[in-house]
């Protein structure tokens, strides 16, 4: 299913405004593009995006409220510097599994100053030298790096993410986070 007619499956005969939470996972992009999602997800606070053959972000719409974007397994490489300006409040990033080789891909994000975590696990960033040491330099407002702060304490599962489906499934909600959004999934 295409991205465009999974995001009009999901609204339900709601208006895109009504919307908090967006999963779009293993849906299809065109070219590797987020499509069919516009600046009318003015409340949107969550947006999952997992595995739709992303390649770019340049097409998301600015999204004011958008807290928490999981992006992982997709094929991102670059061109993570519209996230400041379309994204300015993100606090949870997840780029897990995407083509992202260098510090300097991940750079841009300094200006996402409320950004507190942020995911790279299988990326091949992560073999570098240093590499946990080199992003908590580069991002000083990072909290958490891959579920870890810098001292290697794992994040509560308030603040990070569990990514595992499963893993937590006592404790969702427990922190009333998302309690009162919609939430529209669809399972095929």
């Known amino acids: 299913m ?18 908090k939470e967006l999963v779009l996972d293993n849906c299809r992009s065109n070219e590797g593009k987020i499509e069919g999602l516009t ?6 606070e969550f947006l999952s995006t997992i595995n739709v053959g992303l390649t770019s972000v340049a097409h998301l719409p ?3 409220k958008l807290k928490k974007l999981e992006l992982s397994d997709n094929r991102i490489s670059g061109g993570l510097e519209v996230l400041a300006a379309k994204c300015p409040n993100l606090t949870h990033l997840n780029l897990s599994g995407n083509k992202i080789k260098d510090l300097s891909t991940i ?3 300094k200006e996402l100053g409320t950004l507190k975590s ?3 696990f299988n990326c091949e960033v992560t073999n570098l030298n240093e590499y946990r040491d080199n992003v908590f330099k580069l991002l000083p407002q990072l909290t958490y790096l891959d579920g870890y702060d810098k001292d290697d304490k794992e994040a509560p ?5 569990v990514y595992a489906e499963g893993l ?3 404790d969702d909600d427990e922190d009333g986070e998302f309690a009162d959004s919609h939430t529209f999934t ?3």
């Open 168 to 170: 937590d499934d006592d």
């Open 107 to 109: 750079g841009p994000l």
């Open 186 to 188: 669809c399972s095929f």
């Open 118 to 120: 942020l995911d790279l």
């Open 157 to 161: 599962d308030s603040d990070a993410e």
């Open 62 to 64: 600015k999204l004011n």
């Open 39 to 44: 600046d009318e997800f003015e409340e949107l």
């Open 2 to 19: 295409d991205m465009k007619k999974r995001i009009h499956l999901e609204l339900r005969n709601r208006t895109p405004s009504d919307v």
